[in-house]
């Protein structure tokens, strides 16, 4: 089985820029991604990447953030640049341990808040 740890959330000011990480240990990973949750609302994908370096990007975020994986740490990253009000949110770190499977593998999530 999988565990995910995330890292790196904090306060902000709107426009600055923070770096999630997310250590995985116990099993394949075939793919991973960050998702987000603000209050009052559901739980959305933020950026996905597979196992061969694709990545795909929310349309809120597009061109203001970046993920990668590190095959040898078994670690992924957000690298989250000009941040706004509205990105506040936890950030959740998921995984999918299987190629057919879905992103079923959860962190305990790190609190990103940008203040305007």
């Known amino acids: 089985q999988v565990q995910l740890v995330e890292s790196g959330g904090g306060l902000v000011q709107a426009g600055g820029s923070l770096r999630l990480s997310c250590a995985a240990s116990g099993g394949i990973l075939y793919a991973l991604a960050w998702y987000r949750q603000a209050p009052g609302k559901q739980r959305e994908s933020v950026a996905t990447i597979t196992s061969g370096g694709s990545a795909m990007y929310a349309d809120s975020v597009k061109g203001r953030f970046t993920i990668s994986r590190d095959n040898a740490k078994n670690t992924v990253y957000l690298q989250m640049d000009s941040l706004k009000f509205e990105d506040t949110a936890v950030y959740y770190c998921?995984?999918?341990?299987?190629?057919?499977?879905?992103?079923?593998?959860w962190g305990q999530g790190t609190q990103v808040t940008v203040s305007s």
């Open positions: 998921a995984a999918k341990t299987r190629i057919a499977g879905t992103f079923s593998k």
